[in-house]
């Protein structure tokens, strides 16, 4: 596809229950992004890879969240033993650059919007 | 990571320019501005970015002061597909990539 998707758009899960969400970044962009949003709120920043390395997982709220990009293209974004406070926007984004490049611009999936009851 | 200050909320009449404002007094020499915009239900987008001389774009115009302490972004001719939270971002060239966003303004725009 042209763009970033993110599935499913939508997931209800009951407190306690393990959750995972899907982001298939643009072909080819070497960096990765997740970020959470809450209502209201601008995305805060989640962890970031570079192909298949993690490099920085420094916003991840608790060791519930666990996030993984094997083969360096799609990632999946686990959240186990969902708490209601998890209930938010988890937006990818996807980037061509290395770090130091002319691509600054990342580009955003429409999100998963996630809903613990 | 150096902190931008936006206001909250900002009206404007279709088909006239519109100035977002940011301050970003504690900037460095190494980062950049970058804005973005989130349209309702949908990820933020990429609208501008630059570091010390004003850029233009399809999309938008970015004027920065020359102590580099603010810019703004400018819409030559709002639409209502205009209507979004608009963020301004510091970034270091180089880094990660990672975005630290704000709370953004949200932008309204009346026919």
């Known amino acids: 596809g042209a763009g970033v998707s993110q599935s499913p758009r939508y997931k209800v899960a009951k407190r306690g229950q393990d959750v995972a969400l899907r982001c298939d970044p643009i072909?080819?962009?070497?960096?990765l992004f997740w970020y959470q949003q809450a209502l209201g709120q601008g995305p805060e920043f989640l962890t970031y890879?570079?192909?298949?390395?993690?490099?920085?997982k420094s916003g991840l709220p608790s060791d519930r969240f666990f996030a993984e990009r094997p083969e360096g293209s799609v990632s999946t974004l686990k959240i186990q033993r969902t708490q209601q406070e998890d209930s938010a926007v988890y937006l990818c984004?996807?980037?061509?650059?290395?770090?130091?490049?002319?691509?600054?611009?990342?580009?955003f999936g429409q999100g998963t919007r996630l809903t613990v009851v | 990571d150096a902190k931008t200050t936006q206001p909250n909320s900002m009206e404007s009449n279709e088909e006239e320019p519109v100035h977002l404002p940011c301050n970003h007094s504690?900037?460095?020499?190494?980062?950049?501005i970058h804005w973005y915009r989130q349209l309702p239900s949908q990820g933020p987008e990429y609208v501008i970015h630059g570091l010390t001389s004003n850029v233009n774009n399809r999309m938008a115009s970015l004027a920065i002061a020359e102590d580099r302490k603010s810019s703004t972004l400018i819409l030559h001719r709002a639409t209502l597909r205009d209507a979004a939270v608009y963020y301004c971002?510091?970034?270091?060239?180089?880094?990660?990539?990672?975005?630290?966003f704000g709370q953004g303004t949200t932008l309204q725009v009346k026919p």
């Open positions: 072909s080819g962009h070497v960096s």
């Open positions: 984004a996807s980037s061509l650059n290395r770090g130091l490049s002319v691509f600054p611009e990342a580009f």
């Open positions: 890879f570079q192909n298949e390395a993690q490099l920085d």
């Open positions: 504690t900037i460095s020499g190494t980062d950049y």
């Open positions: 971002i510091l970034r270091v060239y180089g880094n990660t990539g990672k975005l630290i």
